[in-house]
């Protein structure tokens, strides 16, 4: 397989390199388990757990949270 550099990527186009993007992350996201998180990562997403164990109905719904997004544009 030919390497590629950061200086190769510019020579594609905006929506080939918007693809090569997809395409890597793709590759990464069929792999979750070799994504380690840090201790700072585990430690926040456990306060969050517990903020929402304490109060489950803070939250909002992902699509109240889109519209909210869409419509500030």
């Known amino acids: 397989m030919k390497q590629i550099t950061a200086t190769d990527t510019l020579a ?3 929506p080939e ?3 090569l ?7 990464i996201a069929k792999e ?4 380690e998180l840090t201790a700072e ?3 926040i997403i456990d306060a969050r757990l517990e903020a929402y164990h304490r ?3 803070l939250g909002s719904p992902w699509e109240d949270v ?3 997004i869409v419509s500030k544009q």
């Open 12 to 14: 594609l186009s905006i």
């Open 17 to 19: 390199r918007i693809q």
């Open 21 to 27: 993007v997809e395409d890597i992350w793709d590759t």
């Open 32 to 35: 979750p388990e070799e994504i």
């Open 41 to 43: 990562e585990k430690r």
């Open 55 to 57: 109060n489950p109905d």
């Open 66 to 68: 889109y519209k909210r």
